[in-house]
């Protein structure tokens, strides 16, 4: 029956299409003539744009080949870069002869070094250069290739089993350059349309990943958890608006955890509250202070007793403490082993040379056989920073912890320039005394939010009582000196 | 997809040649195209024959049809497979290896979406043993690597604590052989950890500028024949870090289409705009310069601030050496800067080792921005920048490395002291030049016999860079184990580091290389290929097209 129903209901539709035709050759017989024109042409006009050549919008010009020509030959670019005049005060770097360590020659004169990051004076262990020595016995200086093709060498997985061990995570991995690390870890794991929240004091590594990786970026003010929650909550409220989207937006915060750039600490126990809260990622920037805050020198994990699988991704360099080169990322594997095919400076860059690994292995070892170093590097911190304080027109600027601290002027004088003028008289009077301390160098143009200029003033556990006294009484002279 | 057709070239590229060949009327050129592949046939300049001294013999043999449709049919069955697996893990029919998301945090939003990863649990994951091999020796000519088995189908290795002794090395980028740990290298380098320890702890703004620093840059000058130079500690940084120092909004990057992830990453860091032509074809190149000029920036047709062109100068994926002589004609004719990263041609190519520059007989002061890294000829780490003092001066106060990245360690840079000099003569020796003819000669002779035995193998002839065409991913890991079973080296790569069909071994000759190594590797390249088939090449082999343009080369060099 069905059957039948469909080949009647299929006679009269043909039957009606057969109507339709007729009635569409008589129209054409009725029309008057200026509609039949009328319609030719828009049917010519339609099959023209089928057939005419595409273009694109950039290339439609009228302009004849002389004219190109008059062009090209009118166009000036800039120059390359702008002139750099002679006397720019940062031109000329202080020369450094023989090595950066506890003595230092800078400019031809001998001074104590308030100025390198080697926290914990393993530049000049002679344990780390005859373990170094050793591996370019062993393996020559350079990896000649990337960790994929013939780059990795046993050191290299040793370095990486070590640093996760004593970080105690599931997992390391090591990128050749420190500035790279968290630089290209960001990049890794955060892409177009996700969003990072981000400390405004971030330092200029992080801030190149973030750049790196498209994402959207919220900047909170520095170690305001309350900003850092409005933001968090603002999201909230947008994510409602539009549930399905908000399910595939990634989200994370990034932190120093002892910032370079302001010298404080960032409250970590706060920011995993916060992350469980708003379910958010933590990204963890350590560079400053691994191998230096915490009973064994874990970092601001240890410091603050954080359970360190809280934090989902810490990154640190091994060019202060570690006083080697390169840098790390550690955490669970789950994340960490993500970089081995997304890292850009992991996969694309040689590896880290052998000798290196193998010094920040023994420098390791050191940190581990003698956990109290930590203790005398926090004492000498906290001794620096309180001798430094009430020094004439200088502020001392970070925690009693941090072993780089920043003086800054009390008083600017309005203008950047005349201020690092003043600073860097304060520096030169001190390396006439055989106090080598440095200005905190910054690219002004680049920077998300400048930092106001500040020397930096290093304590290493090399630096014993005395010379320490000596460098605030030689930066207090200096300030009532030059600051008047 | 023929030879160069001359007779297409407008009256206006005949007046440029004209105008070109006032400039260098004793340069000659022969330019022999086989056919491409992925290549698009460039219609040549009359020009180039005048702009080169010497032959330039580069070739991109096309896929052949059969092979390619294998090859996708390759993977659809792994894509296939890929996903009854997938299914199957989902169902808990197959034990996953992967890693989870901690319990406490299941209900974030998931770090990573299921299909980014499909490639790499499904397909790298089956012949991921093929990459990352631990090596314990020197990187030289000959390697020791550490034996790894997996229980689990490459999900985890375990070392089984052998050694496996003298691979020959076709895979590291030791081009001149300085991986060495004895000799005036590394008595060297010793003796300056000795002195100096192996960290700096400081950026070169602040208290990290040793005398050592200074002395390398001095020494990169003199080599590059350029004005200035300064040194970074990581090849990878010096471009991403450089770039944005030197252009911004406003300003027009052309880049090459296959240019390294580090200038990728460089031109996008520094905020400009972005235009891409294909690879090393210079009318591409133009088109996009001349638009450039005529149109002005999108939208408000302002002019371009400044227009920086980036080319390598061995392309080290397809073994092919940039056309310089008509970059630079092109650079001068529409004022355009010149970004040349020597990343693998820097000692590695030129009579005299100084690179691209060098080989093509050019002057150094028509790059404008001369970069390359010391990671391969010169068996350390790092890169520079060279060009005149106004550039060099700029970035020491603006490049993001000499401000936030630690400066390069003493031992490392006293490597590419010592060995730089070596290369020059400097040190009172010929060893250097010996090194960069052993070089040349193994070249030539490594990649005739693959020529000869039949294989496809991309690029020029003067590259010691070598990638033979695979094409099937299933052979991109039979090739390496087969190699490694004959105690052989070798890299290598497929999607996504080349185009999906393209997938290749590639192989990197050495001055260290001895031709009776060579030898031995040649065997057994030809064995695996005739195992697997690997002989694809169509082009007759002996007194063939191919041999005949060589022995036509030659007479003209007489």
Redesign the interface.
């Known amino acids: 029956f069905e059957l039948l129903f469909h080949s009647r209901d299929s006679v009269k539709m043909a039957a009606g299409q057969q109507w339709v035709l007729v009635e569409m050759v008589q129209a054409f017989y009725e029309a008057p003539a200026y509609h039949l024109i009328l319609e030719g042409i828009l049917i010519l006009w339609i099959i023209r744009l089928l057939f005419s050549k595409t273009y694109k919008l ?2 439609r ?1 009228d ?1 004849t ?1 002389k004219e ?1 020509e008059e ?2 030959e009118e ?10 005049s002679k006397d ?1 005060p ?2 000329n ?9 506890h003595r ?1 020659i ?1 400019n031809g004169k001998e001074c104590i ?1 308030f ?4 926290f914990l004076g ?4 002679e344990r ?2 005859l373990k ?2 050793s591996s ?10 990337p ?8 050191v ?2 040793e370095l990486e089993e070590r640093l996760a061990k004593f970080m105690r995570t599931e997992e390391a991995i090591i990128y ?5 690390t968290i630089a290209s870890a960001i990049p890794a ?1 955060s892409k177009r349309g996700d969003i990072v929240f981000v400390d405004e004091a971030a ?3 992080i801030q ?1 990943g973030l ?2 990786s498209r994402s959207f970026v919220k900047y909170f003010k520095h170690n305001d958890m309350e900003d850092l929650e409005r933001l968090l909550k603002e999201q909230e409220i947008e994510d409602q608006k539009n549930p399905r989207k ?6 994370f915060i990034v932190v120093e955890g002892l910032y370079i750039n302001t010298a404080d600490i960032c409250p970590l126990p706060e920011l995993v509250k916060l992350k ?1 809260k708003y ?3 933590i990204f963890l920037e350590e560079s400053m202070s691994f191998g230096v805050l915490g009973e064994h020198g874990r970092g601001v994990t240890e410091h603050f007793g954080v359970n360190i ?1 809280d934090i989902d991704l810490i990154s640190a ?1 091994m ?2 403490a ?4 390169g840098g790390f990322c550690c955490g ?4 960490i ?2 970089q ?2 997304s890292g ?2 992991y ?4 590896s ?2 052998p ?2 690994a193998s ?1 920040a292995i023994e420098a390791l070892n050191i940190m581990e056989e003698d956990p109290g170093i930590f203790r005398v590097l926090q004492d000498k911190c906290k001794h620096m920073h309180k001798a430094l304080q009430g020094t004439p027109g200088l502020k001392t600027v970070g925690e009693p912890l941090t072993p780089a601290l920043h003086l800054q002027l009390e008083n600017s004088t309005g203008s950047r320039t005349n201020d690092l003028k003043l600073l860097r008289a304060i520096v030169d009077y001190s390396l006439d005394r055989q106090i ?1 301390l ?6 002004d143009k ?1 920077e998300r939010f400048l930092p106001p200029p500040s020397i ?1 003033v290093v304590v290493t556990v090399e630096q014993t009582q005395e010379e320490m006294e000596k460098a605030a009484q030689c930066i207090r002279e200096a300030a009532v000196k030059i600051l008047k | 997809r023929s030879f160069p057709n001359q007779s297409s070239l407008t009256q206006r590229e005949l007046h440029f040649d004209r105008e070109l060949a006032k400039h260098r009327i004793t340069a000659w050129s022969v330019c022999i195209f086989t056919s491409y592949s992925s290549f698009p046939p460039q219609n040549h300049h009359a020009s180039c024959t005048l702009l080169y001294k010497k032959p330039f013999v580069e070739s991109f043999e096309e896929t052949p049809l059969l092979v390619a449709v294998l090859t996708y049919m390759g993977y659809g069955i792994l894509t296939i497979f890929g996903y009854l697996r997938d299914f199957l893990r989902d169902w808990k029919f197959e034990k996953c290896h992967l890693a989870r998301e901690r319990e406490e945090q299941k209900d974030f939003v998931p770090l990573y979406q299921d299909f980014e990863n499909f490639y790499t649990r499904n397909l790298y994951m089956r012949i991921r043993d093929n990459w990352n091999r631990p090596i314990c020796s020197v990187p030289g000519a000959k390697m020791d690597l550490v034996e790894r088995v997996t229980p689990d189908y490459n999900w985890t290795f375990e070392h089984t604590g052998n050694v496996l002794k003298d691979v020959i090395n076709m895979g590291s980028y030791n081009y001149l052989g300085f991986a060495e740990n004895t000799g005036t290298c590394a008595d060297a380098a010793s003796e300056c950890t000795v002195k100096y320890g192996v960290g700096v702890s400081s950026t070169r703004q602040e208290i990290g500028n040793l005398d050592k620093h200074e002395e390398l840059e001095k020494l990169v000058a003199g080599f590059l024949g350029v004005e200035s130079s300064m040194a970074f500690g990581m090849g990878f940084a010096t471009n991403s870090m450089n770039i944005p120092a030197l252009t911004g909004k406003g300003c027009l990057i052309l880049s090459d289409e296959l240019n390294h992830a580090s200038l990728v990453l460089g031109a996008r860091l520094s905020g400009s705009t972005i235009r891409v032509f294909k690879h090393n074809n210079m009318q591409s190149l133009e088109k996009l310069l001349r638009d450039a000029i005529v149109h002005g920036q999108p939208r408000t047709h302002r002019p371009w601030k400044k227009i920086l062109i980036l080319v390598e100068g061995i392309y080290s994926m397809e073994g092919s050496i940039v056309r310089l002589p008509e970059v630079i004609a092109l650079k001068k004719k529409y004022e355009a800067y010149l970004y040349l990263d020597e990343a693998h041609s820097i000692g590695a190519l030129g009579p005299r080792g100084r690179g691209v520059v060098d080989y093509f007989g050019l002057d150094p002061s028509d790059v404008d921005i001369m970069m390359g890294t010391f990671t391969k000829s010169f068996g350390a780490a790092g890169g520079y920048i060279g060009g005149k003092k106004e550039l060099i001066d700029y970035l020491r106060l603006h490049s993001h490395s000499a401000i936030h990245a630690t400066s390069m360690s003493p031992p490392i840079t006293q490597q590419i002291i010592t060995s730089m000099k070596c290369i020059m003569g400097e040190d009172g020796t010929t060893l250097g030049q010996e090194r960069l003819c052993q070089l040349s000669e193994n070249t030539t002779y490594f990649r005739r016999r693959l020529h000869e035995m039949g294989f496809i193998i991309y690029g020029n002839n003067d590259s010691p860079v070598v990638p033979l065409m695979l094409y099937m991913p299933a052979k991109i890991g039979s090739v390496s184990r087969f190699m490694l079973k004959r105690n052989i080296g070798t890299v290598v790569v497929g999607f996504p580091a080349t185009p999906i069909i393209e997938s290749r071994a590639r192989f990197c000759v050495s001055a260290a290389h001895t031709r009776e190594m060579l030898d031995k590797a040649l065997n057994a390249i030809s064995e695996v290929g005739d195992l697997l088939q690997l002989k694809y090449s169509r082009k007759n082999r002996h007194g063939s097209e191919g041999t005949d343009c060589f022995s036509f080369l030659e007479s003209h060099q007489d």
């Open positions: 950039q290339e010009s302009l080949e190109k062009l090209i166009w000036q670019p800039e120059p390359l870069v702008p002139l750099v720019h940062s031109l770097y202080d020369v450094v002869t023989g090595p950066p360590s230092i800078v070094n100025a390198s990051f080697n393993l530049l000049d262990s780390v250069k170094a020595l370019l016995k062993k393996y020559g200086v350079g990896t000649c290739g960790r994929g093709f013939y780059g990795t060498f046993d290299h997985l050749s350059y420190g500035f790279a794991y330092c200029f590594s190149k750049q790196a908000a399910r595939v937006i990634r989200r469980y379910k958010v990622r699988d360099n060019e202060n570690l006083a080697s080169i669970r594997s789950f994340v082993d993500h081995r095919l850009q400076g996969c694309f860059s040689a880290l040379p000798m290196l010094a080598a440095t200005l905190a160098r910054y690219l680049e930096r």
